[in-house]
T-cell receptor, first 111, second 115 residues
Framework: LAKTTQPISMDSYEGQEVNITCSHN???????ITWYQQFPSQGPRFIIQGYKTKVTNEVASLFIPADRKSSTLSLPRVSLSDTAVYYCLVVGDNYGQNFVFGPGTRLSVLP | NAGVTQTPKFRVLKTGQSMTLLCAQD?????MYWYRQDPGMGLRLIHY???????AKGEVPDGYNVSRLKKQNFLLGLESAAPSQTSVYFC??????????????FGQGTRLTVV
């Protein structure tokens, strides 16, 4: 399993764009990069997933450079409700143990 | 569509008591997982199952047992509860669409306190 490293915490203000970078130096060829969001007292929920280049959905964008050793989750114009913990995961063919969650990045959005 | 449902949502146990947490999913997923989450920490995998009738150990399996007799249900048992097992327990399920292309769906959690 590829190990991931991301900042423990970040602060932002409402309306700003937030970028959270995750490093995964030993990512394997078949691995995808996946991000989950967790609000207090709730289970994590899927945000976005990508293999290379850029992926965008209604919630976020995911930027993956050509070497795939890092990735950046971009949240446009955050609001107070985006305050949560964000987890970066590398998901591959180890089906039973794909979802290994580190401590994540605690994002605090301030008014 | 209920997704992943955990029962109960809250429970207080005395040290040495036993209990079973039930996880049910209605998405016909092959893979199911049990995690625990302690305050301020990420989720740690306790046990998982890759299909009906199969179980395997995760990162922190000691003190827990699991069973997957039916595809839609994954049970987590504590035979003799200890205060160190006070935690929030999350169940999840997933389906693999292709290698790497998979998404986990989580339940709302069970808050367990052992006194």
């Amino acid at each position: 399993l590829a190990k991931t490293t991301q900042p423990i915490s970040m602060d932002s203000y409402e309306g700003q764009e937030v970028n959270i970078t995750c490093s995964h130096n030993n990512i394997a060829t078949n691995d995808y990069i996946t991000w989950y969001q967790q609000f207090p007292s709730q289970g994590p929920r899927f945000i976005i997933q990508g293999y290379k280049t850029k992926v965008t959905n209604e919630v976020a964008s995911l930027f993956i450079p050509a070497d795939r050793k890092s990735s950046t989750l971009s949240l446009p114009r955050v609001s107070l409700s985006d305050t949560a913990v964000y987890y970066c995961l590398v998901v591959g063919d180890n089906y039973g143990q794909n979802f290994v969650f580190g401590p994540g990045t605690r994002l605090s959005v301030l008014p | 569509n209920a997704g992943v449902t955990q029962t109960p949502k809250f429970r207080v146990l005395k040290t040495g008591q036993s209990m079973t947490l039930l996880c049910a999913q209605d998405m016909n997923h092959e893979y199911m997982y049990w995690y625990r989450q302690d305050p301020g920490m990420g989720l740690r995998l306790i046990h998982y199952s890759v299909g009906e009738g199969t179980t395997a150990k995760g990162e922190v399996p000691d003190g827990y047992n699991v069973s997957r007799l039916k595809k839609q249900n994954f049970l987590l048992g504590l035979e003799s509860a200890a205060p160190s097992q006070t935690s929030v327990y999350f169940c999840a399920s997933s389906m693999v669409y292709r290698v790497g292309d998979t998404e986990a769906f989580f339940g709302q959690g069970t808050r367990l306190t052992v006194v």
